[in-house]
């Protein structure tokens, strides 16, 4: 027998958690299904400024851990280690393939969020776990007192540089261009911070060591020269690619695979909503994946009363 709910939302985020607090107040049978734990990519950020309502900054975790325990506390049932690979539509209903069951639903939620983008140069996957990261607030203590790189320019690359800065012995900042595109402020502090070096208009074309790293090879694209930096590790922090290949036949996406919708959160199939870093957006940030999640669950709520009569 297969459970059956009024809504199912996929991916405990900030827009998953948001759109689970919202239908669960609004009484609509709800079940939250996440791939890991809750909370999504918050969880990989040291210190976040931007999120009104704390004015001296929170951590990822400690807000994430907020947002569930909001979300619970109005009874939304969130299943852990919940991956699903697939859906489908039977009889009117969504049918939700996942690794730990299969359940039915009225509408859905996409709020799957995305993974960190690889360059997939030589040694990116030879050292995973051996000097190669992600997540400089999971792996930046392994490094207290070294030397490392971080790639990238935007705003992931320089705040987790940031953090770093406070750890390690020296961040050099990799980047392919000669400006950075993050905001401002974080340009500002990069630039005054004293652990901190730029590498200009370099192209990262390799990883090496031995047991572990212990260079990043770079590329000046302006004269083609090659270089090695001496780091014990390298954070990768060049963009993120949306988790949306399991619903791509029920959806229309843009050519990186963003769910396009309209104003509601919805797809081109009724009862299915996206919501957060997985939409096709001007601006992805945890107060835009909140509003989504918010937005996306009136418009469920609105299909699954309709669909009642
Ligand atoms: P992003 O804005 O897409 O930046 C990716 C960076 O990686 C860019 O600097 C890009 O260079 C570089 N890059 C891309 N492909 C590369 C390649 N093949 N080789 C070398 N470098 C490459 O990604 P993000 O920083 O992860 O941010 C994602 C979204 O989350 C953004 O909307 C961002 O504003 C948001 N975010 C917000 C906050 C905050 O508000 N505090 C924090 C983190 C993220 P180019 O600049 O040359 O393209």
């Known amino acids: 027998m297969t459970d059956h709910y009024e809504a199912l939302i996929i991916g405990g985020g900030p827009a998953g958690l948001t ?4 239908l669960m107040r609004a009484g609509i049978n709800t079940l939250l ?15 976040i400024e931007n999120y009104p309502g704390f004015p001296e900054g929170i951590s990822g975790r400690e807000l994430m851990d907020r947002f569930t325990a909001q979300a619970k506390a109005f009874g939304l049932p969130v299943r852990e280690f919940s991956e699903v690979f697939g859906i489908g539509q039977e ?6 393939s996942l690794n730990d069951g299969e359940f039915t639903a009225d509408g859905l939620i996409v709020a799957s969020g995305s993974e960190p983008v690889k360059l997939g ?17 999971c792996d930046g203590m392994f490094f207290r007192g070294l030397d490392v790189a971080v790639i990238g320019g935007g705003d992931s690359a ?10 390690v012995n ?3 900042v990799v980047h392919r261009r000669d400006s950075l595109r993050a905001q401002k402020i974080l340009q500002e502090r990069a630039f005054n911070h004293p652990r901190m070096e730029f590498v200009w208009n370099a192209r990262p074309v ?15 694209t302006v004269t083609g ?10 954070f990768f922090y060049v963009g993120y690619q949306p988790n949306t290949a399991f619903v791509a036949g029920y959806v229309d996406r843009d050519p990186t695979g963003y769910i396009i919708t309209d104003d509601r959160c919805a797809t081109r199939t009724p009862g299915l909503y996206a919501a957060g870093d997985v939409r096709k957006k001007a601006l992805r940030q945890i107060s835009t994946a909140v509003g989504d999640g918010a937005v996306a669950a009136v418009s469920l709520e609105r299909y699954v009363l309709e669909r009642k009569g």
């Open 225 to 234: 020269r090659r270089n090695t930096i001496a780091v014990s590790g390298v």
């Open 33 to 47: 299904c996440e791939k890991v734990l809750p909370g999504g990519a918050p969880l990989n950020t040291e210190r």
């Open 170 to 172: 020296k961040v050099y």
């Open 121 to 137: 140069i030589p040694g990116e996957t030879e050292f995973a776990g051996r000097g190669i990261s992600y997540c400089a607030t």
């Open 158 to 167: 320089i705040e987790e540089a940031l953090s770093l800065a406070n750890i």
């Open 91 to 96: 009889e009117g209903r969504f049918v939700v």
């Open 19 to 22: 759109a689970g607090l919202y």
């Open 206 to 220: 390799e990883v090496t060591g031995g047991r572990e790293v212990e260079g990043l090879v770079v590329e000046d």
